[in-house]
């Protein structure tokens, strides 16, 4: 739950500061309802008990159906940093049979159970690419202590990114107009 309230807050950072959101909430966004499935996808995947290796294959799937997302949204201020972090993680579960390796160190850190069933990460014996896994931790006690990974900090940057495009502050008002009469 940590990289979605870190998206969350960056959606919201501009509001936060005082900045209307303009350009990302003015956007035409193209092909939405495959962000929405594939958040949908990864909560499945994650929470419900699945046979065999239907788990993993569907992890790896939803990372290819964020990427159509990405592709038609291409155009879009911060989308290719997202692209970046959802690519480095993707190719990483993919290469390591459906789940993103953890650094020990940091699964330790977070206070983490690493017996569970299905988890999209977790400690490997012998991880491909360990460096692009969970590789930093959100420690416990903090909320929300988890582990994170180079394309978790690619994917919330461009996020913020998408949000601060095109903002202005709040207060703005519209220019009066001497000489013009309401009654």
Not at 21 to 40: E, F, K, N, Y
Not at 52 to 73: D, K, Q, R
Not at 144 to 161: E, K, P, Q, R, W
Request: charge should be positive.
């Amino acid at each position: 739950m940590l990289l979605p309230a870190v998206c969350a807050l960056a959606l919201l950072s501009p509001l936060l500061a005082g900045r209307w959101a303009a350009g990302l909430l003015v956007h035409r966004w193209r092909w939405s309802v495959l962000i929405w499935a594939t958040l949908m996808l990864q909560v499945v995947v994650v929470e419900v008990p699945m046979p065999g290796t239907l788990a993993p294959i569907l992890h790896v799937a939803t990372y290819l159906v964020a990427l159509g997302f990405i592709w038609a949204n291409r155009s879009v201020p911060g989308v290719l940093v997202i692209a970046a972090g959802v690519a480095t993680n993707g190719i990483t579960i993919a290469v390591n049979g459906g789940v993103l390796p953890a650094s020990p160190g940091a699964v330790v850190a977070a206070g983490l159970d690493a017996h569970l069933v299905f988890s999209n990460s977790a400690v490997l014996p012998s991880p491909l690419l360990p460096w692009l896994g969970d590789v930093f931790a959100w420690p416990a006690p903090l909320p929300l202590a988890n582990t994170y990974s180079v394309g978790d900090v690619l994917i919330a940057l461009g996020i913020l990114l998408a949000a601060w495009t095109g903002t202005r502050p709040l207060s703005t008002r519209l220019p009066s107009r001497r000489g013009t009469s309401t009654s």
